[in-house]
């Protein structure tokens, strides 16, 4: 009975198999549930995870593991991935998933999750990542930067007069001297500004997926970023993360969220 080619399973293999999944989706459900900013562990999809936040933990297996909205088609043995803003490593386990033997560059400047991506990562026995703890950003340096707890964490402008944290700032560009097959990115508006600064290398990206986090404010800014997406060779397409918003169902957003959130997928 191993299932091999031509063989046909025993039906009690089955209502197991069935039996086991109902449990991890219960376990996976429970996360919706849970009060924001409580932190634990859970083992799912055969991985023992750490978590900050148990809804972010809900969303990220949602979007990145069950809707597969960050995955790409990849041909290469070994592709190139720059993740930025890896948060707790949810993406990064995926991506080391289904390609062994990716070269990934992570992402993550906040300074409380930074160790539970470190951490999540080791104990899932994934060693061969480059993790930076520094914000994507258009210079190197030290930036301001807002700390939400979870995953909502962002760069602030110098002097907004909330409070924040300096950590520590790389130039994406820097990052792309050769052939990347994908950049994720997930920086919390930070995007209307790094992918123009990136302008010049972005002919050297095969993909790209940019979760956007739009104020009403910021349209003027997200039409430029597709602009340069496009005249830069990609083909485009927008997607939206959040409630359908019309007149009637104006966006009520809570303290530090923004109004809508978009993910831009682009290849060649």
Request: net charge neutral; proline share 4%.
């Amino acid at each position: 009975m191993s299932g091999g080619k031509g063989m046909r399973l025993p039906k009690w293999f089955d209502a197991i198999r069935n039996y086991g999944e109902f449990r991890e989706n219960r376990r996976i459900d429970r996360l919706r549930g849970m009060r924001r900013y409580t932190a634990g562990t859970i083992r799912v999809m055969g991985w023992d995870l750490a978590y900050l936040d148990g809804q972010s933990l809900w969303s990220s297996i949602d979007i990145i593991l069950k809707k597969g909205y960050n995955d790409f088609p990849c041909t290469a043995d070994q592709p190139i991935i720059l993740d930025c803003g890896a948060n707790i490593g949810i993406s990064v386990l995926n991506y080391k998933r289904k390609h062994p033997e990716a070269k990934i560059v992570a992402f993550e400047p906040d300074p409380a999750v930074f160790p539970t991506l470190k951490g999540n990562l080791s104990r899932n026995g994934i060693n061969d990542v480059e993790l930076v703890q520094a914000a994507v950003w258009v210079r190197k340096g030290q930036v301001s930067f807002f700390l939400e707890g979870a995953d909502g964490s962002r760069i602030l402008p110098e002097g907004n007069g909330k409070e924040s944290v300096r950590v520590d700032s790389i130039d994406l560009a820097d990052y792309i001297t050769g052939p990347v097959d994908l950049i994720k990115m997930d920086i919390e508006g930070a995007e209307f500004d790094v992918i123009p600064s990136i302008k010049g290398r972005l002919h050297l990206v095969k993909n790209l997926v940019v979760e956007c986090h739009l104020d009403h404010g910021m349209v003027e800014r997200f039409s430029s970023m597709l602009s340069v997406l496009a005249g830069s060779g990609f083909r485009l397409s927008v997607n939206s993360f959040g409630q359908w918003v019309d007149l009637v169902h104006r966006p009520m957003k809570n303290p530090n969220e923004f109004d809508q959130y978009l993910l831009v997928a682009g290849w060649r």
